[in-house]
C-alpha cells in the first residue's frame, strides 16, 4: 500500500460528510434506475477494477504518442476478456441495456482518453445489429462480440462529415463476378475521422454511394475487410493509415482510409434496408428513407447519457475540491473559508450537478422513447421517427454542449490546479467537446429539430393534431403566457418561449419569401433564429422531462432526499429564467418585479443546496479509479496527490537536465 492510500480523509471533507442530512445510498439507487442496477453496477466494477489491471505503473500523461496507444490495445484486450468472460455470465448481459451503459462507463476507468476499440463496440456492432438481414447477423454479430475481429464506422471524408449525401466513395456493382468495387475518387474522398481505423481495426463499415446497372441509388453500408487476419497487413487495393495528433481521443487511432478499385462479396453489402440482386436490380426493403442512418440515431441518444456521466465526474472532482480548497479572509477575525462557501462558486458549481441530474433523466426518458419507436419499427411502423429524430437531434446538441460549456467552469472552479492534466478536468473536457462535432454537428442537428418543428407549427396553425413534444406549439397561438414562478408554472414559460420562436422564424421567413427570396433562402437567412428557436424547445423538453421525472422517481422516497432532489431540478429551471430573461421578457408577462424575486429566489436556493453539496456528488457513486483525479479523491488529499504526481514526472528523474550544459549554461556564459 502506497502512503497516500494510508493517509486519512481531509478534515473538510470529512465534515462535509458527517453534515449531510439524506440518504446518499436512496440518491444513488434513484440515479442507477433501481437499487438491483446499483448492486449490479457495483458487481460489475468490482471485478473490473479491484485487480488494479485498470492502473499504470508509469503515468501515460509522459508516454510518446505510440507508447500510450500501445498501452491502450494492452489495457483493450484486458477489458474485452473481462466484458466476454466475467461479466456475461455474472449478468446475463443483454448488448444494450443497462449492463452495456455500466460496462462502457466501468471502461473509463482503464482509459484517460478512449478505448482504441471504442469504435467496435459503439458503433460496429449496432451497425451490424440495425442494418444487416438476420443471416448476415448470424455471421458477422458473434465474430464481433467474440473480438475475433476488430472493427469501426468509417461514413465521414475528408471533404463531407455533415452532408452524407455528399459523400464520394463509390461502391459499384459488377454482375459478372458478384462483387461490389469499391473506389476512392478524389483526395477529398479519403476516409477520415474513423476510431480504431488508423491501426487497430481489421473491419469496418464503409458508407458509399451505391451505383448499380448505371445509376445511383445514394450512400449504403458495406462490411468491407481492410487488413489480413492473421498478418494484419493492409489488403492490396487498400491505403490505410492514422491521422495525427487531436485535442482528445489520441489513443484512438483514428484513421484514414482510400479504395483503389477494391473489391468485395456482393453480400458484404448490409441488406436490411435496400438489397441488391444476384444480377444488380435495386430493391428497397425499409419503409423510411433514412433507416440507413440508424446506428447515428443510436449513438445521439447514447451521447446523453455520455455528457450527465462525465458532467457527474467534472462536478465531483469540482465540488470534492471546493470542499477542501480554503482561499481569501472576508472576515478578518475568522480564518479563510472553503471556497464552496462563496455564492459564486455555488453559481458555478451547483448548475454542474442539476444539469448532470436533469440529462441523466432526459436519458433515461429518452431511452424509453427510443425503445417504443423501435418497437414500432419493427412491426412496420415508422410514424413516430421523425419525432424522433427531432427529439434525439436536439438532446444529442444541446447535453453535449451544455456538458462542454459546464466542464470549463468546472475548470475554473478549481482554479489554477484544475488546468493540471492530473486533475482529470482537461481529459473529460477534450472528450466532451469532441461529442458536441461527431455524431452529428451542434448547428446542423439543431437545424434538423428546427426543420420539424416549422411542420408543427404550420400543423398547429392548420389545427391538425401534434405530436406530444410538441403538442405545446399551440401555446403560439393563444395570448402571452403568464408569469408563474412555480416549477410547473416556468416549465409552460419555457414552452411559451420556444412556441413563440418558431413563430418568429415562420413569420420572419414568409416574409422574406414574399419579399422576393426562395424558400432555400428564406430559410438560410433564417438559420441563426431557428438554432435558437431547436435550443428554446430543447431546453423546455428537458425541463419538463427533468421535472415530471424528479416527481414520478421521489413519490416514494424518503422527505429529505425528494427535498435535494426538488431543490435540484428547481434549481435547473430558475438557472435557466434568468439566463433567458429577454426571451421571457418578449414572450412572457414577466415583470421587473419578477425578475427581482426570481434572482433572489436563486441564491436562497444555492444556499440551501449548500450543506448537502458533497453528499449530492457522492450519490454519483464515482470510484477514484473513473475520476483520475488528483483534486477530486474520495480522500480529498489534493495537495498530497499533486506532489505525488509532480514527483512522478520523468523531468524530476535526473537533478539537471542535459539541456542545461547543452544550450542553457553557453548561452549564459557567452554573455558574461
Ligand atoms: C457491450 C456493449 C457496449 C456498448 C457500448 C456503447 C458505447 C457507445 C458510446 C458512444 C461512443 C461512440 C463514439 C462515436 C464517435 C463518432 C462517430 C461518428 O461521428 S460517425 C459519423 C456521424 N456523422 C454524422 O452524424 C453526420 C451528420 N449528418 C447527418 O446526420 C445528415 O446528413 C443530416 C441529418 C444533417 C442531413 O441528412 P440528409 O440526408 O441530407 O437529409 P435532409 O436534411 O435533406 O432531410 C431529409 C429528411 O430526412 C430526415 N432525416 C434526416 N436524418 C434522419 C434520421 N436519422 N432519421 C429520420 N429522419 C431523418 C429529415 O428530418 C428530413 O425529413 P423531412 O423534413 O423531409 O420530412
Ligand atoms: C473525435 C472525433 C471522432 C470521430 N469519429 C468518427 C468516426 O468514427 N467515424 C466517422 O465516420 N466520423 C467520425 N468523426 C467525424 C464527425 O462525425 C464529423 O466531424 C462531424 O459529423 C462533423 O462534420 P464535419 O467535420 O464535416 O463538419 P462541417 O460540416 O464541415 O462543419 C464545419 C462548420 O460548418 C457548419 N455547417 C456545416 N453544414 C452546415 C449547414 N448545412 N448549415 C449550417 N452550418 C453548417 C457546422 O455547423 C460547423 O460550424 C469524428 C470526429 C471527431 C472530432
Not at 468491407?224 to 492514422?242: N, S
Request: a neutral charge.
Amino acid at each position: 500500500m502506497s502512503q497516500l492510500e494510508k493517509m486519512e480523509v481531509n478534515p473538510d471533507l470529512a465534515m462535509e460528510r458527517a453534515k449531510c442530512n439524506f440518504n446518499i445510498m436512496e440518491l444513488t439507487h434513484i440515479l442507477d434506475g433501481g437499487e438491483e442496477n446499483t448492486v449490479r453496477r457495483k458487481k460489475i466494477e468490482d471485478i473490473a477494477l479491484n485487480s488494479g489491471a485498470s492502473k499504470d505503473a508509469f503515468p501515460e500523461e509522459h508516454m510518446s504518442p505510440k507508447e500510450k496507444y500501445e498501452n491502450a490495445v494492452r489495457k483493450s484486450c484486458i477489458f474485452a476478456d473481462l466484458v466476454k468472460n466475467d461479466f456475461a455470465h455474472l449478468t446475463g448481459l443483454e448488448t444494450f441495456g443497462i449492463n452495456s451503459n455500466v460496462i462502457r462507463r466501468t471502461a473509463d476507468a482503464f482509459f484517460k482518453e478512449v478505448s482504441p476499440f471504442l469504435l467496435h463496440m459503439g458503433m460496429f456492432v449496432p451497425t451490424i445489429m440495425g442494418q444487416c438481414t438476420s443471416d448476415q447477423m448470424s455471421y458477422w454479430l458473434p465474430r464481433a462480440m467474440a473480438m475475433q475481429i476488430i472493427g469501426t464506422y468509417a461514413q465521414t471524408e475528408l471533404g463531407h462529415g455533415t452532408f452524407i449525401r455528399g459523400l464520394e466513395t463509390t461502391a459499384t456493382y459488377d454482375p459478372e463476378t458478384e462483387e461490389f468495387v469499391l473506389h476512392s475518387p478524389t483526395l477529398s474522398s479519403y476516409k477520415w475521422w474513423a476510431g480504431g481505423l488508423g491501426n487497430t481495426a481489421n473491419y469496418c463499415i464503409v458508407v458509399a454511394q451505391l451505383y448499380t446497372k448505371g445509376e445511383c441509388h445514394g450512400t449504403h453500408p458495406f462490411i468491407v475487410q481492410i487488413r489480413d487476419e492473421d498478418t494484419h497487413m493492409p489488403l492490396p487495393g487498400i491505403t490505410v493509415g492514422e491521422i495525427g495528433p487531436k485535442m482528445g481521443f489520441n489513443t484512438a487511432d483514428n484513421g484514414f482510409l482510400g479504395f483503389d478499385h477494391y473489391r468485395i462479396p456482393r453480400d458484404h453489402m448490409m441488406m436490411k434496408n435496400a438489397q441488391v440482386l444476384k444480377d444488380g436490380t435495386y430493391v428497397k426493403v425499409a419503409r423510411h428513407g433514412k433507416l440507413t442512418y440508424g446506428t447515428m440515431v443510436f449513438v445521439r441518444v447514447m451521447l446523453v447519457s455520455e455528457a450527465a456521466f462525465n458532467l457527474a465526474k467534472a462536478c465531483t472532482i469540482a465540488v470534492r475540491y471546493s470542499a477542501i480548497r480554503r482561499q481569501s479572509k472576508p472576515k478578518p477575525d475568522e480564518g479563510e473559508p472553503q471556497i464552496l462557501d462563496y455564492a459564486t462558486q455555488q453559481h458555478k458549481l451547483f448548475i454542474t450537478i442539476a444539469t448532470a441530474h436533469a440529462l441523466q433523466l432526459s436519458s433515461s426518458w429518452l431511452w424509453r422513447s427510443f425503445s417504443a419507436v423501435l418497437t414500432e419499427m419493427k412491426e412496420g411502423n415508422t410514424d413516430k421517427l421523425p419525432e424522433f429524430h427531432a427529439l434525439s437531434s436536439c438532446l444529442k446538441a444541446v447535453s453535449t454542449s451544455d456538458a462542454a460549456y459546464l466542464i470549463e467552469q468546472c475548470r475554473h472552479a478549481c482554479g489554477g490546479h484544475g488546468y493540471m492534466i492530473s486533475s482529470g478536468i482537461p481529459h473529460l473536457y477534450n472528450f466532451v467537446s469532441a461529442t458536441r462535432t461527431y455524431e452529428g454537428d451542434y448547428t446542423v442537428l439543431l437545424l434538423q429539430t428546427a426543420r420539424f418543428l416549422v411542420k408543427a407549427y404550420e400543423q398547429a396553425e392548420a389545427k391538425q393534431p401534434l405530436t406530444p413534444t410538441v403538442s405545446y406549439l399551440k401555446l403560439a397561438f393563444t395570448r402571452k403566457e403568464p408569469w408563474d414562478s412555480s416549477p410547473a408554472g416556468i416549465v409552460r414559460s419555457f414552452q411559451a418561449l420556444a412556441a413563440g420562436k418558431v413563430s418568429t422564424c415562420v413569420k420572419n421567413m414568409r416574409k422574406r419569401m414574399r419579399s422576393g427570396l426562395s424558400e432555400v433562402e428564406a430559410w438560410e437567412t433564417s438559420t441563426i433564429q431557428l438554432v435558437s428557436a431547436a435550443e428554446a424547445h430543447c431546453r423546455a423538453v428537458i425541463s419538463d422531462a427533468y421535472k415530471s421525472e424528479t416527481e414520478r422517481l421521489t413519490a416514494n422516497s424518503s422527505p429529505n432526499v425528494k427535498i435535494v432532489m426538488e431543490q435540484l431540478s428547481t434549481l435547473y429551471l430558475y438557472y435557466w429564467a434568468l439566463e433567458r430573461i429577454g426571451d421571457l421578457l418578449l414572450y412572457t408577462s414577466i415583470s421587473e418585479k419578477d425578475i427581482v424575486e426570481l434572482q433572489t429566489a436563486y441564491e436562497e436556493l444555492l444556499q440551501k443546496i449548500r450543506p448537502n453539496a458533497v453528499g449530492i456528488v457522492e450519490a454519483f457513486d464515482l470510484r477514484d479509479e473513473l475520476l483520475h483525479s488528483t483534486l477530486g479523491s474520495y480522500d480529498g488529499r489534493a495537495y498530497e496527490r499533486l506532489m505525488d504526481e509532480a514527483l512522478r514526472s520523468p523531468m524530476n528523474k535526473e537533478p539537471i537536465n542535459q539541456s542545461y550544459y547543452k544550450y542553457l549554461r553557453p548561452m549564459m556564459k557567452a554573455n558574461l
